[in-house]
């Protein structure tokens, strides 16, 4: 999908400034109605929901083996380097996993479950090469994004370095719905980017951590106040840090008390 910058680019060959602007006026209209009119409309089939419940308990216990064993050997030094038949086991018990597990995940995606597309995204990005998935993985979150699943905008931020800087993503952000939202059942979801507290001793490493929709919430706001930093944009950080500590995102609690000289 194109950003917004991209359309306006391709307009701009057409006529003058006046024109250009009208023009992408029209396309920004017309995309945030096409993503309205797609969140209302939306529904999340029965079987869609019944094959990822399925295969929730294989994704949990990826998750499970893949942090026991990052824990174990991290610090790969030489008391805890695995031997090649621990490598070999962990291999083999996540091959088991995956083969039961991603066929369900993967029927369940297609058919537009937007927490079996976050969760096949998170999967992928993390057992397949990023140049060769890269493409997939970032069209599956834009479409969870787009349907109101927070955890995929934590991700977007991780691996699709190009969407997040654009306004469609923002859009996408700012649509998500400010109280409790229907995909509530699809919680705790699992996650490595875990900012808000991760200067107070929470977050170990990059490990996997599993967290409600309040605290991925505030933390994907917190992600996107650092995001807005590094383009310069200081008044959308705020705004994002304000959101962040309106979650309960400590950091960004921290940070606005320091920046307000409180």
């Known amino acids: 999908m194109l950003s917004l910058s991209a359309l306006c680019i391709i307009v701009a060959k057409d006529g003058p400034v006046g024109r250009i602007n009208i023009k992408c ?16 409309s939306f ?30 050997y991290a610090q790969r030094s030489a008391e805890t380097k695995p031997s090649e038949d621990q490598k070999k086991q962990y291999r083999e018990r996540l091959t088991s996993l995956l ?16 927490a079996a597309q976050y969760r096949l995204a998170w999967i992928s990005s993390r057992f397949e090469p990023r140049a060769q998935v890269v493409d997939k993985i970032c069209t599956l979150l834009k479409s969870s994004l787009s349907h109101g699943f927070s955890p995929a905008g934590t991700q977007m931020l991780m691996y699709c370095f190009d969407d997040i800087k654009t306004a469609e993503f923002r859009s996408l952000i700012d649509a998500l719905p400010n109280d409790e939202s229907p995909l509530s059942k699809y919680y705790p979801q699992s996650t490595i980017m875990a900012i808000c507290d991760m200067f107070h001793g929470v977050r170990i490493g990059d490990s996997i951590v599993s967290l409600d929709e309040k605290d991925i919430r505030a933390n994907l706001y917190m992600s996107v106040a650092t995001q807005m930093s590094r383009q310069g944009l200081e008044q959308e950080r705020l705004r994002y840090l304000q959101k962040a500590a309106q979650y309960g995102c400590n950091d960004a609690i921290e940070r606005l008390r320091t920046s307000s000289g409180g």
């Open 25 to 40: 006026l029209a396309l920004i209209f017309l995309l945030f109605s096409t993503v309205g009119a797609n969140a209302e």
């Open 99 to 114: 083969n039961k597990g991603i066929p369900l995940l993967k029927q369940s995606a297609d058919e537009g479950n937007p």
């Open 43 to 72: 529904k999340i089939t029965p079987e869609s929901e019944a094959l990822y419940f399925k295969a929730l308990p294989y994704l949990d216990e990826i998750d499970k083996v893949d942090n026991d064993f990052f824990k174990k």
